[in-house]
Structures are given as structure tokens and as C-alpha cells.
């Protein structure tokens, strides 16, 4: 799909959490993406990517998760822009690990840290929308349970929806084990027919695909933006 580059204004601002904000932005000019992609901000000389949170299922806006905390150097940028434009720069769309790149036939694995849930919860409204019947499950770590922020919606599709499952690790609660040791105590069989893809910060990322490379995943069955940021390094 091809980047184009567009003002949007910002059509909301909605506190999900003490540290995460929905961030609503409305296009000037609209252009279609696939779940799982994300944007990029332009602030002063440097973009910042974030991952859309919602499916394209028609409302023409994009809905971002913004971890906020006071004081974090990477958001005074952006947070300045929308207090003295009330607008900003974007360059959409943008990623390879989004939901034409999943088979069809084969049953997906997401693992989430924090706000990576924002695509995952993109691809899953899509899988929900179109009634796909392949089964799938969310492995979703954070800090604390507020930061789990919408824990409650995906216990309401899991409810509705046979064939997805949820789990969640608060590592507050539990320091050692991760989310990858949390999916292979509940898949004691051969993970080989799965698609698994993985969302959160960078070095999660790693970590979690180093641990599942070690146990014998093969890395084609392996999908996440962060990998393209590693090999540009």
C-alpha cells in the first residue's frame, strides 16, 4: 500500500488509564491500511511511530494507545504539537506484520506487551468483524492490572467467541516467568502449526522470540514490525 503524507486533527483525547491515553485522529485526506499496520507523527525532525488500534471497518479515523507519563522526554514533542496546533503531521500507512500476512488456514498465537496490544486489538476487531473462523488467543503482559487496560473488552469477546482465548501475566505479580514461558506451559504440544505474532516494546520483542527460537519455533512462523527495525540497525 502506498505512504501518503496528510495533516489530521486531533478529534479526541480520552485518559484509558493514569498513563495511557486513546489518542482519536481525524484525516484530512483518509487512506486505507490492513490491521496491524501503524503511523508515524511528524514532530519537529523526527517521526514517531505508533501503532493504529482500531480495524478499517469504515469510520475513516485512526484510534491510537499512548503510554503518557510527565516528564518523558519522548512525548513532550508530540503533546506540544496538539496543544499549540490541535493537528499533526502523519505518514500512514506504514508496517509489514498486519493481517494479509497471516494464512488463512492457520490458527494465530498474539503476544502483547503493554500498549502492544493497540495493533493486536486492530487485528482481532477485524477477525471479529468478518466472522473468521480460524481459532486464535492473546497473550497480554503489563505492569499492573489498570495497565491492562482494556482487559474487561477482550473478556467480553472471549465470551462470545468460542474459538479465542485470552491469558494475561501481570509481572507485578510474577517477575520470573514471561509471556513466552506462560504460552509454552499451555502448549506442551507442537506449536509448528501456528502463526504467532508479537507486539511491545523492542527488547520484549527480542526476548520473547529468542525463547521461542530456543524451544524449536521455526522463525517463519514469526511476525512483528520490531524485526524490520532490528535488521535497519
Not at 195 to 210: E, H, K, L
Amino acid at each position: 500500500m502506498t505512504t501518503i503524507t496528510t495533516k489530521a486533527q486531533i478529534e479526541s483525547i480520552t485518559p484509558l488509564t493514569d498513563s495511557i491515553i486513546q489518542l482519536i485522529l481525524l484525516p484530512e485526506q483518509y487512506t486505507d491500511y490492513l490491521a496491524g499496520q501503524y503511523l508515524e507523527i511528524q514532530c519537529d525532525n523526527e517521526s514517531i511511530a505508533y501503532s493504529i488500534a482500531n480495524a478499517p471497518l469504515g469510520s475513516h479515523k485512526y484510534e491510537l494507545h499512548i503510554r503518557h507519563v510527565q516528564g518523558n522526554p519522548f512525548d513532550q514533542p508530540l503533546f506540544a504539537t496538539i496543544k499549540k496546533e490541535g493537528a499533526v503531521t502523519i505518514h500512514v500507512p506504514m508496517g509489514d506484520c498486519h493481517i494479509d500476512r497471516l494464512d488463512k488456514n492457520k490458527p494465530v498465537i498474539f503476544i502483547a506487551g503493554g500498549t502492544g496490544f493497540a495493533p493486536v486489538k486492530a487485528i482481532i476487531e477485524q477477525l471479529l468483524a468478518t466472522g473468521d473462523p480460524r481459532s486464535y488467543e492473546l497473550y497480554w503482559g503489563a505492569r499492573s492490572q489498570s495497565d491492562l487496560y482494556l482487559d474487561e473488552k477482550v473478556k467480553q469477546w472471549q465470551s462470545h467467541v468460542s474459538h479465542f482465548r485470552y491469558y494475561s501475566l501481570l509481572s507485578c505479580n510474577n517477575a520470573k516467568e514471561s509471556l513466552a514461558s506462560l504460552l509454552l506451559s499451555r502448549h506442551n504440544d507442537d506449536l509448528s502449526h501456528y502463526q504467532i505474532v508479537i507486539s511491545g516494546p523492542f527488547n520484549m520483542v527480542y526476548a520473547t522470540r529468542d525463547m521461542l527460537l530456543a524451544r524449536g519455533i521455526n522463525k517463519k512462523q514469526l511476525f512483528s514490525d520490531a524485526f524490520s527495525f532490528e535488521q535497519q540497525e
